[in-house]
C-alpha cells in the first residue's frame, strides 16, 4: 500500500505560480512512475504531467511551456511547478503513482485561478 499525500494549493490570480508537492510511503519510491492529474468542475480528470522512474517527462499539450514536474527520490517527493497560471488551470490536482502491480492516488489539492 502507498499513500500519497499533496500540498501547495490555493487560490492565486491569473499569471501567478504556484508549487504542488506530492509525499509518498514506501521504500521503494525511485521505481514509481510519479504523474498529476486534474479534474474540473464537470469535466473528466485528465493528466497534466508525468514522470517515469528514469525521470522521463511528459506533459498535456495544454500546459506545456507553463509546468514542470519533478522528483526528488531521497525525499520521496514529485513536484509540480505551475507558472503563468490560468483560470482554465483550476480544478483538483491529484497525485498518482504507478506501479507494476497498482495505481494509487491522493486526496487531491485544491487550485483555484481567478481574479
Known amino acids: 500500500q502507498v499513500q500519497l499525500v499533496e500540498s501547495g494549493g490555493g487560490l492565486v490570480h491569473p499569471g501567478g505560480s504556484l508549487r504542488l508537492s506530492c509525499v509518498a510511503s514506501?521504500?521503494?519510491?525511485?521505481?514509481?512512475?510519479m504523474g498529476w492529474y486534474r479534474q474540473a468542475p464537470g469535466k473528466e480528470r485528465e493528466l497534466v504531467a508525468g514522470t517515469s522512474s528514469s525521470g522521463d517527462t511528459n506533459y498535456a499539450d495544454s500546459v506545456k511551456g507553463r509546468f514542470t514536474i519533478s522528483r526528488a527520490n531521497a525525499k520521496n517527493t514529485v513536484y509540480l511547478q505551475m507558472n503563468g497560471l490560468k483560470p482554465e488551470d483550476t480544478g483538483v490536482y491529484y497525485c498518482?503513482?504507478?506501479?507494476?502491480?497498482?495505481?494509487?492516488w491522493g486526496q487531491g489539492t485544491q487550485v483555484t485561478v481567478s481574479s
Open positions: 514506501g521504500s521503494f519510491f525511485s521505481i514509481y512512475a
Open positions: 498518482n503513482a504507478r506501479l507494476p502491480a497498482a495505481t494509487y
